[in-house]
């Protein structure tokens, strides 16, 4: 069976069901998710097109197009703050294919340059 990164496909598919319903009930503290994609060479075939995407946590998308129910998809999801939601909305997401910055002898710093990508609000089905 594939591992996603130490977990069964499964158990990470069902990680990700506990993540949802807890969610739930933290949503006064953190009412949306945002949507993270997996490695960019071998892109989701479900939300690929939704990256960066951000709904509340009840949203039936997040139940409808749940996160590694297939093999291929590697996203993730991450609770946001009202405030957070704010400040991504004006700025952006840090963009998952930024370069790494690196430190003066050349070497990359393990860090990724600051670059923004738009968040969306409405998913692409
Ligand atoms: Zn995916």
Redesign the pocket.
Known sequence: MKKVKGFTQEESFKMYIAQVERAQRTKKALPYFI?S??PALNP?????KNEGLVLPVDDLYWID?P??K?P????RVRGLSIREYERIKQQGTQDPDAPQTLDEKGNPTGLKEKRYIPIKEKPIL
């Open positions: 949507l994609r997996g989701c075939p479900v939300h690929r197009f996160m590694r297939q291929e998809c590697k996203c």
